[in-house]
């Protein structure tokens, strides 16, 4: 009773796994009918549409299963049954008559083995069949398996009261050559790398193609993988992660690529980030699309910079050929491919939903001026990095808090790009409110922005305010237009050079006094170098031979050049008037004024 409960839930399982199976061809069920009568008449006989005795005809994971009806096993006696299946069942556990699939039809991989093993039927090496105890034949040859279970001749009249007659052929396997799998060998490969045999057996869980992998393919990939800078901890993590990265093909003409065309300079960790986030069949033409890349006119010693420096996997794996190919062609318009030198990331923008729209946006506000837009992105790419809306709530701002229209608002951007990054509460607004407290008007906010746009960027705790402090002592009124245009003028210089300039002038006896004067006439003169304006009041009191105080009437002497404009003027006027001359008709005629007033005083000299 125990074997044929036993032999009843395995009927059950058959014709549960093949109702679930896919149905063949109308045609290819004729023809497959037609060879099982054959087959079934030399059994004890059938009909020609290939349902003998009562047989239903079903699927279990690519395989035909010819099995008794349900009707005539429950009209076979269950206690005739057992009598009659005892001779033929062995005593041993190991031999219980049960089929056993290599793995779940859910679970099936391509290029795997549909092999089924029946137990209590011993496997053969040789490509001979063998017979084993109880008459069953198991063929097995080259790329396809056969097994036919035959019943001894003896038996056929016996089993056929109960058990259904199998007839189980392999119709095509598609497997990958023979390996022979070293378990031994395997394991030390993964102790290596520092795994143990629990984690192991997880990894190959994971991925079984690892098992058929032979272990010197594996050792390479693994010298391969070291060659290009990952080894130690981060190759035991990128394969705890990622298995598939020793036993997919697609991994080794990249790191060819890597190690012999890049001459293994991608850094280590980008590799490895791609390796971890992509699946193998998206690296399949990596290298096309970096040669793409140089061909596109990134310099080659520079795309590895570009490289290190983007997102490998939205960058190009993810990316097609045609979409790249785009992206350069949009960019030429507006500073090409040195855009992507300069700022990488632009290669991860996706190209309608990103790129071209902050680039049209720009575009826009310049009134369609495309040499104007490059103009910006050339001086910052990483302008593109801002979404539409983010540049817009700027642009916004300062259309209604400054009073700016669209053009002066595109001109500032033009000279400071940078505006872009700056907080609109931290730093936009209180900076435009005390603009606006110092007396200037939309208009005169707008000049003040273009010719000192760092105003708005630079930190007020650490620079503006120890800055207007310097400019309170020495004797400016705060909340003025004279004070506006000295806080523009010191902000491309720093605290501690503009104290040094204060310094040098009150060493040489100008009072605070002095220097407030000199600056309201010159606001310039506190970003100086104080090495430099040195130098020149030296040439002016010692080779001159003038007055100090002249600074005090014309302090932009020492905003020019002191060897190609001071001196060079002062000796040719030297030669032709001597002495005496004023320094300001000296320095601030125009070249070519110059000259012509030195040729008509040579000839008049003459």
Known sequence: ?????????????????????????????????????????????????????????????????????????????????????????????????????????????????????????????????????????????????????????????????????????????????????????????????????????????????????????????????????????????????????????????????????????????????????????????????????????????????????????????????????????FLSRYGGVDLIVRHPPILNFDMDSQLIPRVEFLLELSGGDEDATGAVLRKLPTFLKYRVEHVESHVEFLRSFAGLDDQEIFRIILVFPNIVSASKERKLRPRISFLKECGLNSSEIFKFLTKAPLFLGLSFEVNIAYKLGLLVKIGYKYRTKEFAAAIGAVSRTSCENMQKVIELFLSYGFSCKDVLLMSKKHPQILQYNPDSLEEKVEYLVGEMGRDIDELLDFPAFLGYKLDTRIKHRYEVKKKIIGEGMSINKLLSVSSERFAKKKLEELVHKA
Request: net charge positive.
């Open 1 to 329: 009773m125990r074997v044929g409960g036993r032999r009843r839930r395995i009927w059950r399982a058959m014709r549960w796994t093949g109702r679930r199976g896919a149905r063949k061809a109308d045609g290819e069920e004729e023809e497959e009918e037609e060879k099982e009568s054959g087959d079934n008449k030399d059994l004890g006989g059938g009909s020609e549409d290939g349902i003998a005795g009562g047989k239903k005809k079903l699927k279990v994971s690519g395989l035909e299963v010819d099995e008794l009806s349900e009707e005539q096993n429950i009209e076979n006696g269950k206690a005739e049954t057992s009598k009659e299946l005892a001779p033929n069942l062995d005593k041993s556990a190991k031999t219980r008559f049960h089929l056993q699939f290599c793995e779940s039809p859910r679970k099936r991989r391509t290029g795997g083995s549909s092999v089924v093993l029946i137990k209590g039927i011993p496997t053969v090496k040789s490509k001979k069949a063998k017979l084993s105890k109880n008459g069953n034949v198991f063929l097995l040859m080259n790329d396809t398996v056969r097994s036919t279970l035959l019943p001894n001749p003896s038996q056929t009249s016996r089993i056929g009261l109960r058990a259904p007659l199998l007839h189980v052929r392999c119709r095509r396997v598609n497997s990958s050559p023979d390996i022979e799998f070293d378990p031994g060998a395997f394991y030390v490969l993964f102790r290596e790398l520092g795994f143990s045999e629990k984690e192991t057996e997880s990894l190959v869980t994971r991925d079984p193609d690892l098992r058929l992998k032979p272990i010197g393919s594996l050792r390479a990939r693994v010298a391969s993988l070291k060659s290009v800078g990952i080894s130690g901890l981060e190759l035991c993590h990128l394969v705890a992660k990622c298995p598939s990265v020793l036993a997919a093909d697609e991994i080794d003409p990249l790191v060819q690529f890597v190690r012999d065309d890049l001459d293994g300079r991608v850094d280590p960790a980008q590799l490895k980030r791609l390796f971890m986030s992509t699946e193998p069949r998206f690296l399949v033409g990596f290298e096309g699309k970096v040669q793409l890349l140089i061909d596109g006119g990134i310099p080659r010693e520079k795309i590895v910079h570009v490289l290190n420096n983007v997102n490998l996997t939205k960058a190009l794996s993810l990316k097609p050929v045609e979409e790249i190919e785009r992206l350069v062609k």
